[in-house]
């Protein structure tokens, strides 16, 4: 059996949720851009990540940390326990210590701070789909 050519494979599923709604539009339109991701969905808040995670089974998710209603610390330890497969990129202007170490240990794969993201969202997830952790430059190493 062949491996498929990389024309052949179906692009990789993303599911995009943030709270601001330029900032969300934007990163739509960046990863939109590449042929083998396609963002099946954008959301506001923590619960319609879930829910939308859950129907649509996505390869991955771009997270904002700070979302309403379920912050994404709490969103990523659901989704990791509830599709085990999917890959979480956290993206967030906050980036101390403690708060990257919950994620990473919430099941995250990846940080990215906010401020970089049109620089680093595209390899983090390249390097997260190869099955390698990520961590965005001026985010605090987990301890």
């Known amino acids: 059996m062949q491996t498929p050519t990389p024309m052949e494979r179906k692009p990789f599923r993303v599911i995009l949720a943030d709270d601001h709604g330029p900032t969300r539009a934007e990163l739509v339109q960046l990863i939109s851009q590449e042929a083998d991701m396609r963002v099946v969905a ?9 829910a939308l995670a859950q129907q649509l089974n996505p390869d991955f998710i771009v997270l ?34 403690s708060l990257v170490k919950a994620f990473f240990t919430a099941g995250g794969m990846g940080y990215v701070r906010k401020e970089h993201a049109f620089e680093e969202l595209l390899p983090a997830i390249r390097r997260i789909l190869s099955g390698r952790e990520y961590l965005g430059r001026q985010v605090m190493q987990p301890t």
């Open 42 to 50: 954008d959301v506001a808040t923590g619960e319609e990540a879930i």
């Open 64 to 97: 904002d940390i700070h979302l309403p209603q379920l912050n994404g610390i709490e969103i990523c330890r659901i989704l990791s326990d509830k599709l085990p497969g999917v890959r979480i990129v956290a993206l967030s202007n906050h980036s101390g210590p």
